[in-house]
């Protein structure tokens, strides 16, 4: 599929597509490992050593260290992986892609909610990663970006389903298809209603 692009407008796309196996290989493991285990991996950029494929995706991470136990169980306990790591992945990527850097964070924040979902469903407490995604706003007002990455919404039929708070855009490299949980099928669903209602 990536193939067929467009090559004047795959780049930011594939970008897109890249953040995503890059989060999903370091985010969602890390809150996983943190809430599971009660660990705290390493954060910092220079003590996360990236390899990647021939192909040029993320194939692994090597961390200088084995980390250490988590001694705080509030969301605050997030704030080094955001502030260190998560943040400044997101900046660059946007600078280099030209894309907004609310799409990179909520590429990041699916791949948290997912790590924490992993944890819940073996028993873990995941009280304060769920706080964490609720809370609008961080310390000293700042907004959270990672804020309800996935969202449920309710359908008619009284069920609920998941939806990304942003489109990652990935629709673009897949022939115009779009992920069950994007946000823009509501748009084209209202879109085909008012087109057969006319």
């Known amino acids: 599929m990536v193939a067929r692009a467009d090559p004047?407008?795959?780049?930011?796309?594939?970008?897109?597509?890249?953040?995503?196996?890059?989060?999903?290989?370091?985010?969602?493991?890390?809150?996983?490992?943190?809430?599971?285990?009660?660990?705290?991996?390493?954060y910092h950029l220079a003590d996360i050593a990236y390899v990647q494929s021939e192909q040029g995706t993320p194939q692994r991470f090597v961390l200088s260290s084995l980390g250490s136990p988590v001694e705080e169980r509030q969301w605050q306990a997030f704030l080094p992986l955001i502030d260190e790591h998560i943040a400044p992945v997101c900046q660059q990527l946007?600078?280099?892609?030209?894309?907004?850097?609310a799409l990179f964070w909520n590429n990041a924040g699916v791949r948290f909610y997912q790590g924490m979902n992993q944890a819940e469903?073996?028993?873990?407490?995941?009280?304060?990663?769920?706080?964490?995604?609720?809370?609008?706003?961080?310390?000293?007002?700042?907004?959270?970006?990672l804020y309800q990455p996935i969202r449920l919404r309710p359908l008619l039929s009284g069920e609920q389903k998941k939806e990304l708070r942003h489109c990652c855009l990935i629709y673009r490299l897949e022939g115009g298809v779009f992920c069950p949980s994007c946000p823009r099928l509501r748009a084209e669903h209202r879109k085909r209603t008012t087109c057969v209602k006319g």
């Open 121 to 145: 469903q073996e028993g873990a407490d995941v009280r304060h990663a769920a706080d964490l995604l609720d809370r609008t706003e961080l310390t000293n007002g700042e907004k959270n970006r």
């Open 94 to 101: 946007s600078a280099l892609s030209g894309l907004s850097a």
């Open 8 to 42: 004047r407008t795959a780049s930011p796309y594939l970008i897109s597509r890249w953040s995503q196996w890059y989060f999903a290989l370091l985010v969602a493991p890390w809150v996983y490992i943190h809430l599971r285990h009660q660990w705290q991996l390493p």
